[in-house]
């Protein structure tokens, strides 16, 4: 069976860092690009990052530029998201996905972690 | 940016009828040099993570009932959903990954009459 797990999310201050993770099982993990895709409460989906199987090809919204770095360990099933500057604007669940057919065509989702940026 | 607009934002549909949900995306999603529209279709239920629907437009994703159907080219896009159930009620997200950076419609609520 397919899982995707997130962790990481939590409550962290304006300016601050976050870390997050995604276990990937029931597929070959090193076969996929993986992306991350967060929601704001209540709101519509954006496309964070995203990241090639051999992560020789690596994409960001503007909106995260230099912000936040995507990163993969295929020999652990992982997916990562550090996350630095962090604003109010940033909060939402964050969800990861797998991409096979297309590099941004999110054919599995994770249950998503909350990450909420306030003082 | 492609800026994928849905309409409705929200409609109200008894039981066993049609829904029907139209995506415009700001630029053509159709590549040339397949004849594929990069255009997918999600549904969130309450709670849930999104699942994929349909993709190139109007292939369905396996598992996926046939009562879900995407057509359209181009810019214009429509989801239709036959014969409604309890089970479809829903949020619906559609998608383009034709271009960087990839964007959403806002979300259709559907929900029974």
């Known amino acids: 069976e397919v899982q995707l797990v997130e962790s990481g999310g939590g409550l962290v201050q304006p300016g601050g860092s976050l870390r997050l993770s995604c276990a990937a099982s029931?597929?070959?993990?090193?076969?996929?690009?993986m992306n991350w895709v967060r929601q704001a409460p209540g709101k519509g989906l954006e496309w964070v990052a995203n990241?090639?199987?051999?992560?020789?090809?690596?994409e960001y919204a503007d909106s995260v530029k230099g912000r936040f770095t995507i990163s993969r360990d295929n020999a652990k099933n992982s997916l990562y998201l550090q996350m630095n500057s962090l604003r109010g604007d940033d909060t939402g669940v964050y969800y990861c996905?797998?991409?096979?057919?297309?590099?941004?065509?999110?054919?599995?989702w994770g249950h998503g972690t909350l990450v909420t940026v306030s003082s | 940016d492609i800026v994928m607009t849905q309409s409705p934002d929200s409609l109200a549909v008894s039981l066993g009828e049609r829904a029907t949900i139209n995506c415009k995306s700001s630029?053509?999603?159709?590549?040339?040099?397949?004849?594929?529209?990069?255009l997918a279709w999600y549904q969130q239920r309450p709670g849930q993570p999104p699942k994929l629907l349909i993709y190139?437009?109007?292939t369905r994703e396996s598992g996926v009932p046939d009562r879900f159907s995407g057509s359209g080219s181009g810019t214009d896009f429509t989801l239709t959903i036959t014969s409604l159930r309890a089970e479809d009620v829903a949020i619906y997200f559609c998608?383009?990954?034709?271009?960087?950076?990839?964007?959403f419609g806002q979300g259709t609520r559907l929900e029974i009459k």
């Open positions: 990241i090639k199987p051999d992560v020789s090809e690596i």
């Open positions: 029931g597929f070959i993990f090193s076969n996929y690009w």
């Open positions: 998608q383009q990954y034709y271009r960087i950076p990839y964007t």
């Open positions: 190139w437009a109007s």
């Open positions: 996905a797998r991409s096979y057919t297309s590099r941004a065509l999110f054919e599995y």
């Open positions: 630029q053509s999603v159709l590549y040339s040099s397949n004849n594929k529209n990069y």
